[in-house]
């Protein structure tokens, strides 16, 4: 779907920024005539000119006015969450009724942005760190006025970040930030976990993080292509007597599927607290 006559406005342009811009370029799906961005500092405005060719402003609100005069414009906020009550106030004037607002901000709801940019159309979307390499997990939602026409063209923008899949209520939002957003840290945290397991056995910091790397990609890629249970997967490995049996029984008598457990659904409670914060009901 090639995004002709859509003008893009990025708030921000900060490491996920520039990922959806890399990502809509990289797929064609706009041009950089098409883009423009702000963010603070000279040296970063200077490297995302050069870098992309987009046009780049200091100050939040010329970079709005500069799609204003677009039928279809889109503008992405790409602060940090504490910086929102102040982009809010940069923007309240700029923003036209007709203009669509993605947020990827974490913890802000779509209430707080349609009050305070006075705006109806707003999408709130939770991508992942891998987006920045193309194949992050983009959970989104949006507010009733935003169009099927419009969500069609969110579904486009998102793609740029890998996979998008689009959930009923900002509470699954919520739910896919603990399992999706934040998910790569447990991912990260278990793979550092093996590869110093690898190097207490005797292998060099170097192979074991080779290892564990390509073991994680393979079975990620055979449990999709496979279709099947996790379950029936690992008991296809898993030999009575063997050393799977040997280590899964030391995970499980360890509680893992237990701490895991607690760790999303600590995520999850902190971003429905984030979010609470955030819109002034704490």
Same mark, same amino acid.
């Given at each position: ?25 990289r ?10 961005g702000s963010h603070?500092? +000279? ?17 939040n ?9 677009s039928?279809?414009s889109?503008v992405?906020?790409?602060?940090k ?33 349609s ?11 939770m991508?992942?760190? +891998? ?5 992050g ?27 998008e899949l ?6 699954m939002?919520?739910?896919?930030t603990?399992?999706s957003?934040t998910?790569p ?23 074991a993080?080779?290892?564990v790397q390509e ?8 449990a999709?292509e ?11 490995v ?19 599927r ?8 600590a ?13 002034g009901?704490?």
């Amino acid at each position: 779907m090639k995004l002709q006559g859509l003008n893009l406005s990025f708030i921000g342009c900060g490491v996920m920024a520039e990922a959806i811009i890399a990502g809509l370029l990289r797929k064609g799906l706009v041009t950089s005539d098409q883009i423009v961005g702000s963010h603070p500092r +000279p040296q970063r405005r200077k490297e995302m000119t050069e870098k992309y060719g987009i046009c780049m402003f200091e100050k939040n609100a010329e970079a709005v006015r500069k799609i204003a005069d677009s039928e279809n414009s889109t503008v992405f906020l790409c602060v940090k969450p504490q910086r929102i009550r102040y982009v809010l106030e940069d923007l309240r004037e700029a923003i036209l009724p007709h203009q669509l607002i993605i947020s990827i901000i974490a913890g802000v709801r779509i209430e707080t942005i349609s009050k305070g940019l006075n705006a109806q159309k707003v999408v709130r979307a939770m991508p992942n760190t +891998p987006a920045q390499v193309g194949a992050g997990m983009t959970a989104w939602t949006c507010s009733e006025k935003v169009t099927e026409d419009e969500r069609k063209q969110v579904k486009a923008l998102l793609s740029a970040l890998g996979k998008e899949l689009y959930v009923e209520t900002e509470n699954m939002i919520d739910m896919a930030t603990s399992l999706s957003a934040t998910g790569p840290t447990y991912i990260f945290l278990v793979m550092e976990a093996l590869t110093d397991a690898g190097v207490h056995l005797g292998f060099s910091r170097e192979i074991a993080k080779e290892l564990v790397q390509e073991m994680m990609l393979g079975s990620v890629l055979f449990a999709m292509e496979s279709h099947k249970h996790p379950a029936e997967l690992r008991n296809m490995v898993t030999s009575p007597g063997g050393t799977s049996a040997e280590a899964i029984y030391q995970m499980e008598k360890g509680g893992l599927r237990t701490v895991l457990s607690k760790a999303v659904y600590a995520a999850y409670k902190r971003a429905v607290e984030l979010g609470e914060k955030m819109s002034g009901e704490k």
